[in-house]
């Protein structure tokens, strides 16, 4: 299949551009479980407060956080904050949003701090505010009052009756409050992180009720703002996948035309020695059911090789970073995935190589039944064509079945382990959530991102379901485009001699077919003049066909060499030999269209006179020109709505077309009775005056007015001559004409 990447290679910006949609998908859709846990997380349980360093707070929470700090966090606090006192002048821009602004100062945080500042700054006020709102708390119940006391060393329920403990605290001594600080940032490093960061959230949100700040209207406008935000996210997911899904469509259609125009192009240049390598059924098959695999294998490569281990691996990182205590559960999803798709990959390749072959079986029995319905009528052989058919079509059948269960497994199998993946993680999770190691939102987005890994492995295991059987059409078209040529054009061509006459000579020609282990043609010399008819006699397999392929070079010849005006034809171009020879092979062959296409097939720019001409020459003017449409008569496929002898009437009328000077009519007579055939022949000696005739036919009435007749026997020439001195002086000419002449006749 890699062999075929030059037919993608025109196309790669448009690749390109869809790997650049997709990259695009993928980020919006990783992004989406994490704007989930914000909606959640911040906007839920926390009112919309998502930030531990507060935008405002009293100047009596400001005073006390500084209590909990050390000299150079309470100089980086003091200098982040600006006072905003009740009354003054900056104090209308603030009242609205902190009414609390009328009855005290407050300390607003200034815009302009960078973020490095903040993130310096926010590190060293969470353990003050978990502190803080500790001893707030403790203040209003005794025995939280008694633990923290133990824990700290200061008990508080002695503090005397209407002691500020906050003022008591300023007036300790500073190595006292130190070793206080000390054993405090002890427990709070016990907590860890996450718990502290949504402690001092709580924190901030207690500072803003106190100052009056409407968290419902804060909330409202978070969770809109971010809902907004996965909103425009989706779009542009769906945008991308639009995209990216047309121009992979866009694309893999025209590799597949590609494909097609290259496989039509390679088989027509074919000789008849590769067409005796491949039947018509498997060319049908490799240019039809194996192109159409490969077009699908390449929008899903496309579309889903570049997005999937995008959505799978940037889903796994997304979710060790959202849960990294939860890193097993991905590892053993992962796991399994792998697993199933290496059984699944191994299970299917052979059988989808072999489903190929099938489908060539079934369209060849197909095909000649459908060819040859007739003799399968007159011999009575339905039954047995109907159990050849069948045994085909099972064979197909079991086949398919044996995949289509594979894959039938595979889906339950994956939704098993999806499901089995989101009971752990719900179960696991829900206890790190009550250890508060993790959020609410956290453990939904992770069970988001194991479901988007688990989709990006679906993804590429569906890839590897397509991609089997594609491997197998890719060799069998490359197989095709990649057979060698045994008739070719010379690098540089010569030219044939002008004025051109057609006299074709044969310098001890010998042939032997691709493959077989003898010659079936022996020295056979001879040569045909123009304006002469050279006809070839002998009986079945002699070799009289052969002889007359060779010319337009079907095949070429082994030994020796055929020439044509004293130029070898292997030395010119096909082209250029076979425009000059009119050829009406032993099949008369039609094509679908009217009488005026099949025989403008010879030359395009045939008028309708020569056309007229041609057809009287074949004998043919009367059945022709007697239906109403004339050369308008439409011709079915194959030229099934005509008789035998009118099939190859046209078919002479379509070669005299070509007004060519050389024809080749093998035993292009034959079909038609003796009183046709004696016109036509009359006719053509007329119509073909200054042309080289060679005629191949079996019966000696066709041949016995021939200018030259050339007797083969097993390859061999047994004779050449006249017929008058051909039944003097050989013997196997005169035995074939007593067989089927009177004495009398043969005069």
């Known amino acids: 299949m890699l062999k075929l990447f030059k037919f993608v290679k025109t196309y790669l910006p448009l690749v390109f551009g869809a790997i650049v949609l997709l990259f695009i998908q993928a980020n919006a859709d990783l992004a989406l479980p994490d704007y989930l846990s914000r909606i959640v997380n911040n906007g839920i349980q926390q009112n919309g407060v998502e930030d531990p360093l507060p935008a405002a707070l009293r100047e009596s929470s400001f005073q006390r956080l500084l209590l909990f700090t050390d000299e150079a966090a309470a100089t980086a606090l003091q ?11 900056q104090a209308e821009a603030y009242l609205a949003e902190y009414p609390a602004l009328a009855e005290t100062s407050i300390y607003v945080l200034r815009a302009d701090l960078d973020e490095a500042a903040r993130q310096e700054l926010e590190t060293a006020i969470i353990p003050a505010w978990v502190t803080l709102s500790g001893l707030e708390r403790a203040l209003q119940d005794p025995q939280a009052a008694e633990r923290l006391g133990a824990e700290i060393g200061f008990d508080l329920n002695r503090l005397p009756p209407g002691t500020d403990l906050f003022q008591a605290l300023a007036q300790m001594p500073p190595e006292q409050r130190a070793r206080m600080l000390t054993s405090m940032q002890g427990q709070l490093d016990a907590l860890g992180d996450n718990m502290l960061r949504q402690m001092a959230i709580q924190a901030v949100r207690t500072e803003y009720e106190a100052l009056g700040v409407d968290l419902a209207a804060m909330q409202s406008a978070y969770i809109l703002r971010t809902g907004a935000l996965m909103l425009l996210l989706t779009l542009v997911s769906i945008a991308s996948a639009v995209g990216a899904g047309f121009l992979a469509a866009r694309t893999a259609a025209a590799v597949a035309r590609d494909i097609r125009h290259a496989l039509f192009e390679r088989v027509v240049h074919f000789s008849s020695a590769e067409f005796n390598r491949f039947s018509t059924a498997s060319l049908i098959t490799r240019s039809t059911n194996d192109v159409t695999q490969l077009q699908t294998v390449t929008y899903i490569i496309i579309r889903m090789v570049f997005y999937a281990p995008l959505l799978a691996v940037g889903g796994v990182l997304h979710a060790l970073d959202t849960a990294p205590s939860m890193w097993w559960i991905i590892a053993i999803t992962v796991g399994v995935l792998l697993v199933m798709i290496a059984l699944i990959f191994g299970l299917s390749l052979p059988k989808f190589r072999l489903m190929q072959d099938l489908i060539d079986r079934l369209n060849r029995v197909l095909r000649e ?19 050849r058919f069948d045994k085909a079509n099972r064979d197909l059948t079991k086949t398919s079945l044996f995949v289509s269960r594979v894959m039938a497994f595979f889906m339950p199998s994956l939704m098993f382990v999806m499901n089995g993946a989101s009971l752990l993680i719900i179960w696991v999770g829900s206890h790190r959530v009550a250890e508060a190691a993790i959020q609410v939102g956290d453990m939904m987005a992770f069970l988001q991102y194991a479901m988007q890994i688990v989709f990006g492995f679906l993804m590429m295991s569906m890839m590897f379901i397509f991609l089997p059987r594609a491997f197998v059409a890719g ?16 690098p540089q061509p010569k030219t044939f001699p002008e004025p051109f006459r057609g006299e074709i000579t044969f310098r001890n020609v010998s042939f032997r077919y691709p493959g077989a282990e003898e010659d079936v043609l022996h020295n056979i010399s001879f040569t045909a003049r123009p304006g002469q008819m050279t006809a070839f006699i002998g009986s079945t397999g002699s070799g009289k066909s052969t002889v007359v392929n060779l010319v337009p070079r079907f095949y070429d010849v082994t030994d020796g060499a055929i020439l044509i005006d004293g130029v070898d034809i292997r030395e010119v171009a096909q082209a250029d030999l076979r425009a000059r020879i009119g050829y009406v092979p032993q099949q008369g062959v039609l094509f679908s269209g009217t009488i005026a296409d099949n025989l403008r097939y010879a030359d395009e720019s045939a008028s309708e006179a020569r056309m007229r001409a041609a057809i009287e020459t074949a004998q043919a003017a009367e059945f022709v020109f007697s239906r109403p449409e004339g050369l308008g008569y439409a011709i079915a496929q194959g030229g099934s709505n005509v008789s035998g002898g009118q099939k190859q009437r046209l078919a002479i009328a379509r070669a005299l077309t070509r007004q060519a000077p050389i024809y080749i009519f093998d035993d292009s007579f034959s079909a038609l009775d003796y009183k046709t055939d004696k016109a036509l022949r009359r006719a053509l000696r007329e119509k073909a005056a200054r042309s080289t005739v060679l005629l191949v036919t079996q019966r000696v ?27 003097k002086t050989n013997r196997t000419y ?10 009398e006749e043969l005069q």
Do not use: C
């Open 475 to 490: 060799d069998r078209i490359a197989e095709v485009l990649e057979t060698p040529l045994t008739v070719t054009d010379p």
């Open 369 to 387: 039944n459908l060819t040859g319905i007739m003799v399968v009528r007159a011999f009575n052989k339905q039954p047995y064509e109907e159990k």
């Open 79 to 89: 200098a982040a904050y600006s006072r905003v006192d009740a009354g003054s002048p």
């Open 701 to 727: 009435a066709t041949a016995m007015h021939a200018d030259q007749i050339i007797v083969l026997e097993k390859g061999r020439v047994a004779g050449i001559g006249t017929h008058a001195e051909l039944m």
């Open 734 to 743: 005169r035995e074939i004409a007593l067989s089927q002449l009177k004495q």
